[in-house]
């Protein structure tokens, strides 16, 4: 064969890797509106940035009549490319090929990749579409799963690992996105269970559909596992290069600045009464955020789960932040078990990349009632105390109202090494609301009182001193545990000063194994 003849080969072979499962398949997979594992990867990259790694792989199995029945490339699309410029590894499963099953080979191409992104330091994206363990393969496939997870766990917190879930994942196979820091679901016709329908009605007599047990809507709202639902794959893979622009490429890096365009003193009047007057009535948080951060950019991770929390990254001064703020619209911004835990998992998330913490309190305290005590909620809610006692990032907090009882000092409170400590002057510091500490302090007086007139008025007397005398700043300021009670309208500029400021900061954990995080 002449070197042109060889050429010639490696084009068609190249061409025939390409077509995966082969023209019909790709069809069936565009019928369902999915794009196929290589259109996927070139929306997601920079133009023309993907280098493909390990085309001619196939599989080895001889089982079934797997023998001749082989795929260039063998169900899953592997290789490096950049986002923004920036390096980044990724793997894409091809539903064109046996249902984008998972083989010995396959995992080996996805350990592959991310072995080297440790290496390297970069990030790895996972594009999940897959009829799980490829059947034919037996215990290799099951073994080629255990090979990735282990490598998902190395890579935790020294490289951004992020899942997009594009169709079906299921049984083992969902252990490896829910190893990965961020899942994005297609609400179209992605879902992910343990157990699928069919066995769940075997033996539970539980009959339930797909989208039901394992649906976009049910991990981004109920279960909490996916972190994003995107209303189409575009809109996913947007999600993966815009989460990108506020992490750095590893743990040893800082997070990326970017030119700012929005004036750091920019003032908010508006902020000057965002509070209600009424101590219980609701707002939204996120109008605060909007107004401080740049150029309005926020992007809420969580959304749909939790909502009495609110996480997601912004920026300040082209600094990425992540931020954490409780939400007076839901549940009166109280923390309970799943707004804790979607919190300390989002304030480890930023500490171990590196990236600095802003929270926003506005807390009444933990959620009362057996469903919590019996749920749990002294752990859960030590996972987020933990988590912000733990984070060595830089830490700026600011009450804007409520800041109440052991919640005050879970959400990064001075002694929780909070860095910068601010306070609106609407803040209420305390150990509790004036109705409670009045029944408790007031109670054997109260008792005394039979006309009920008399007891309201007597109450209402009780709870005017208490919140004259508590439901300040002042107090706190005054013992140093708030730095300094700020207006409003400047949040914005204190905050980007304090950010610059503590920006070198050096704080670390004495050496040990690991925490042992109440999980
Ligand atoms: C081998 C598979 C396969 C699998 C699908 N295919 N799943 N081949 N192993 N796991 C093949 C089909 O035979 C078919 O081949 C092609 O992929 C497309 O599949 P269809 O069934 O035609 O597609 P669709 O109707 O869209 O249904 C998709 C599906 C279904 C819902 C994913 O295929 C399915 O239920 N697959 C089995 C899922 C499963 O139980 N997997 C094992 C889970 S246990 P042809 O040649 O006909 O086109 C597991 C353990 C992991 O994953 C443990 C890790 C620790």
């Given amino acids: 064969m002449s070197s042109q003849d060889k050429v010639k080969e490696l084009i068609k072979l190249r061409e025939t890797a390409r077509l995966g499962g082969g023209l019909d398949k790709i069809a069936k997979q565009h019928e369902q509106g999915k794009y196929t594992a290589r259109e996927r990867i070139e929306k997601l990259l920079d133009e023309g940035s993907f280098e493909e790694y390990d ?116 049984g083992g196979a969902v252990y490896s996105p829910a190893l990965t820091d961020v899942i994005i679901m297609n609400e179209q016709n992605s879902y992910m269970f343990v157990t699928g329908p069919k066995v769940t009605k075997a033996v539970t007599g539980e009959d339930i559909s797909v989208a039901d047990l394992g649906g976009a809507d049910v991990h981004t709202g109920k279960s909490g596992v996916a972190h994003f639902k995107a209303e189409s794959e575009d809109e996913g893979l947007m999600l993966i290069r815009k989460l990108l622009e506020y992490l750095p490429q590893n743990n040893l890096e800082e997070p990326p600045v970017t030119v700012n365009t929005d004036p750091i003193e920019r003032k908010a009047d508006e902020l000057n009464e965002i509070i209600p007057d009424k101590s219980n009535k609701p707002y939204d948080v996120k109008d605060i955020i909007y107004r401080v951060v740049d150029n309005e950019e926020f992007l809420e991770m969580h959304r749909h789960y939790a909502k009495n929390i609110v996480v997601g990254f912004a920026k300040f001064n082209g600094m990425p932040v ?34 600095p913490i802003v929270t926003f309190v506005d807390v009444p305290g933990f959620l009362p009632g057996s469903a919590q005590e019996h749920g749990g909620i002294i752990s859960n809610g030590a996972k987020l105390l933990f988590a912000y006692g733990e984070a060595t990032v830089p830490k700026i907090t600011v009450t804007l109202r409520k800041s109440y009882g052991g919640a005050h000092d879970v959400m990064s409170s001075k002694q929780l090494r909070g860095d910068v400590n601010y306070a609106w002057p609407t803040a209420e510091i305390a150990v509790m609301g004036a109705k409670g500490a009045i029944e408790i302090l007031e109670g054997r007086a109260m008792s005394q009182i039979n006309d009920p007139k008399e007891l309201a ?3 209402a007397l009780k709870e005017r001193e208490y919140i004259d005398k508590f439901a300040n700043p002042y107090v706190a300021a005054r013992f140093g545990y708030i730095d300094d009670v700020i207006e409003p309208r400047n949040t914005r500029f204190r905050v980007i000063r304090a950010l610059q400021t503590i920006a070198t900061k050096k704080d670390s954990n004495p050496p040990r194994k690991h925490s042992n995080l109440p999980l």
């Fill in 55 to 170: 085309m001619f792989v196939t599989h080895r199995c001889t089982d079934f009549g797997l023998g001749d029945k082989k795929f260039l490339g063998d169900g899953v699309v592997t290789g490096r490319g950049t986002i923004d410029g920036r390096i980044v590894y990724v793997f894409s499963q091809d539903f064109t090929v046996f249902g984008g099953s998972l083989s010995e080979t396959f995992a080996q191409k996805i350990c592959k990749i991310m072995d080297q992104a440790l290496k390297v330091g970069a990030p790895v994206i996972g594009i999940n579409d897959s009829g799980g363990a490829r059947i034919q393969e037996g215990v290799n496939s099951l073994a080629g799963y255990a090979e990735i997870f282990q490598r998902n766990i190395m890579a935790s917190g020294v490289i951004p690992q992020i899942s997009a879930i594009f169709g079906p994942c299921a």
């Fill in 322 to 355: 992540g931020i954490v703020a409780n939400q007076p619209m839901f549940l009166a911004g109280v923390l309970d078990i799943e707004a804790s835990r979607k919190a300390a998992r989002f304030v480890r998330f930023c500490d171990c990349f590196n990236v």
């Fill in 457 to 459: 008025e007597f109450m």
